[in-house]
């Protein structure tokens, strides 16, 4: 029974998906949590949160105390070989699986839109970070540490950023913008000084920025000349990264797929949009696109590919999936009731 289960996850910065399938495909549980980003929380608590979300799925699936034949983490945060190593040393104490796969989420992303992943994958959620993967294993990373590393892009850039500009209306060193008026008002204070004075004081959280990364692109689609700006800027972030993973492991590739996953190009349409056009015009072997499944499935299929468990297994995951999310957003469902459930941070 063993080689039946796989143990599968994304985990990100602002959230944790878990699923436990069977090696023909069928989706037994899926639990959800906060994000588990071991630069976030450390090490251990990332491992301890995902064993509370594997511990209600197992539940859930009926497999209590089975250990599965895979398990596949794939986790926002591992950005670096040693972090990946500690992250595998700290999982395999657990003793989930038989076999055990620690990785970046970057590649959940590049296999959920990828049926060979080969090619580029960028995640723009809280953060950024992308991933290129030639046909011969090799693969283009980024440390992705921040502005020590020359980053800028997702959501917490995006947010500050914002701030930075509605501080500087109402100021009179910027131009007018929106974001003077929906900055303060989100965090139900009186002007975007305000914002940053309550960020000064430590009255408000720094990570509380990332929430303002949609209402910045909800702006650019109303027309904000300074939300334009930041999204034009975000876009060509997302396209820098792809164009630097290709030329370091696609050079001369006839054909490969980008998948653009993450948060912020999931809640605009036209950010990746925009980004399709310019990697289309720069990138012409690119082949551009958003998935329309959630990464935690890349995790499951990278699974099921390690368990030869064949195509018509990954079209049966896909389909569960699918259905499942459909199924999200009406309260009171009973499959989402039976399939997922909410746990908090340990």
């Known amino acids: 029974m063993s080689d039946r289960i796989l143990i599968a996850v994304d985990g990100g910065n602002s959230k944790t998906d878990l699923v436990v399938v069977r090696s023909d495909g069928a989706l037994l549980a899926h639990a959800r949590g906060p994000g588990c980003s071991p630069h976030h ?3 251990d608590a990332c491992v301890g949160l995902i064993g509370e979300l594997l511990a209600s799925a197992r539940s859930q699936a009926g497999v209590d105390g089975l250990r599965a034949a895979t398990a596949v983490l794939l986790i926002a945060g591992a950005d670096l070989e040693s972090e990946e190593e500690e992250l595998r040393g700290c999982a395999q ?21 990828s049926d060979d992943c080969v090619g580029v994958a960028v995640t723009c959620g809280a953060g950024i970070n992308a991933l290129g993967r030639a046909a011969d294993g090799r693969r283009a990373r980024f440390p992705a540490l921040g502005p020590i590393t020359g980053d800028w892009g997702g959501g ?17 060193r910027g131009r007018p913008t929106a ?52 999204r034009e800027r975000l876009a060509e972030e997302i396209v820098a990264f792809v164009r630097a993973a290709a030329g370091r492991v696609l050079e001369g590739v006839v054909r490969y797929d980008v998948v653009l996953g993450g948060s ?8 990746g949009e925009l980004v399709i056009e310019r990697l289309r015009t720069e990138l012409p072997a690119a082949d551009p696109h958003v998935p329309t499944l959630p990464p935690v499935v890349g995790s499951a299929l990278l699974g099921l590919d390690l368990m030869e468990a064949g195509a018509a297994a990954a079209e049966r ?24 459930t909410e746990v908090e941070a340990p």
């Open 156 to 172: 917490a850039d995006l947010g500050l950023a914002a701030l930075g500009r509605a501080v500087r209306a109402d100021d009179g």
């Open 41 to 43: 929380m450390g090490t």
């Open 264 to 271: 912020l190009l999931a809640h605009s349409k036209s950010l």
């Open 317 to 340: 995951l896909r389909a569960a999936v699918l259905e499942l999310t459909s199924t999200q957003g009406s309260k009171g469902s009973s499959k989402r009731r039976n399939l997922m």
């Open 93 to 113: 104490r657990r003793d989930w699986a038989e076999q055990l796969v620690v990785g970046n989420d970057t590649l959940a992303v590049l296999r959920t839109g």
């Open 179 to 230: 974001l003077a008026k929906l900055v303060p008002e989100h965090f139900s204070l009186h002007s975007a000084e305000d914002v940053a004075l309550a960020l000064h004081r430590h009255e408000l959280d720094s990570e509380r920025l990332v929430e303002l990364a949609p209402l910045v692109l909800d702006a650019a689609d109303a027309g904000d000349s300074s939300a334009i700006e930041l």
